[in-house]
């Protein structure tokens, strides 16, 4: 079973994100801060990771930076999620590690695809 990590600090999100991930027959993880997200794709490897940036503390830029850099989770795909829309922050997170990027609302057969994608690699 595909293990998906959906770090956000939004519990509304976190379900919804969950259902949809559920009904495809993923396996889900929640961490709700960055910092949490490090530690979990640390200890249990996700296949793929679902990023919301804006998050107190360690941010989803700032997470997904470190994930990319730690030898450990680096070949672990990493999607942005985000209300934010601007070209920059699609940009930035790519530059930071991420392989694509999600604005919300997320449809659920976008969030298929690009985890899809993802896994293609």
């Known amino acids: 079973m595909t293990r998906v990590l959906v770090v956000d600090d939004s519990?509304?999100?976190?379900?919804?994100?969950?259902?949809m991930l559920e009904k495809h027959g993923?396996?889900?993880l929640v961490a709700e801060t960055g910092e949490q997200g490090i530690k979990v794709a640390q200890e249990s490897a996700p296949d793929v990771i679902l990023m919301d940036i804006v998050m107190?503390?360690?941010?989803?830029f700032q997470a997904t930076?470190?994930?990319?850099?730690?030898?450990?989770?680096?070949s672990i795909p990493?999607?942005?999620i985000s209300t934010k829309d601007q070209d920059t922050d699609r940009i930035w997170a790519k530059r930071q590690g991420a392989l694509d990027y999600i604005t919300k609302p997320v449809t659920e057969e976008e969030l298929h695809s690009k985890i899809k994608a993802a896994l293609a690699g």
């Open 78 to 80: 990493i999607v942005m």
């Open 65 to 74: 930076r470190k994930l990319s850099k730690d030898p450990a989770t680096s």
């Open 11 to 19: 519990p509304t999100e976190v379900h919804v994100l969950r259902g």
């Open 56 to 60: 107190p503390g360690v941010n989803g």
């Open 26 to 28: 993923y396996e889900v």
